[in-house]
């Protein structure tokens, strides 16, 4: 399934300005993101004040969002996620489960396993495009909206 939204992951500078762009992500639910590699590798300890830009054409959104916790799930260090300090409204990818019927009949589903959630991640994270760097200079998304007001 394709990203119906795109995100860069951005530090956070001395006295909150965004700082240099860092790498991409996926924006998994309105309040996650599944941060791409290599950058999972780096933000696997935690530590750092980000922000993301969460863009979609389809849906004429355009934001800027900062992260409230860096979380890494535990057995699986390569599975990074950002939880935003407040949800976004684009369109996210979602974690692709199968559901399975209760056979008791109490519910109509039965909640997936922390196997089950740790395999849908990793698949989503398999979407994510190879680390490569562009052929010719392409201005950050996160850049664009300093235009706006006569900044570079």
């Not at 951005?10 to 240099?20: D, K, N, Q, W, Y």
């Not at 780096?42 to 389809?58: I, M, T």
């Not at 939880?83 to 109490?106: C, F, H, K, N």
């Amino acid at each position: 399934m394709a990203r119906r939204s795109t995100v860069v992951v951005h530090e956070v500078g001395e006295g909150g300005a965004t700082g240099e762009f860092l790498g991409a992500g996926t924006l998994l639910e309105s309040a996650f993101v599944l941060v791409d590699p290599p950058l999972n590798e780096v933000l696997a300890d935690g530590s750092q004040a980000l922000r993301v830009g969460v863009f979609s054409a389809e849906k004429d959104i355009a934001e800027i969002i900062d992260v409230a916790q860096i979380r890494v799930v535990p057995g699986a260090p390569e599975l990074v996620l950002l939880q935003l300090a407040v949800e976004s409204l684009a369109p996210a990818r979602g974690v692709p489960l199968a559901l399975r019927e209760d056979p008791l009949g109490i519910e109509p589903f039965l909640e997936p396993s922390v196997g089950e959630i740790v395999d849908g991640l990793r698949v989503v994270l398999g979407e994510a495009p190879p680390p490569e760097l562009p052929q010719f200079p392409v201005e950050d998304p996160i850049r664009w909206i300093f235009r706006l007001f006569g900044g570079g």
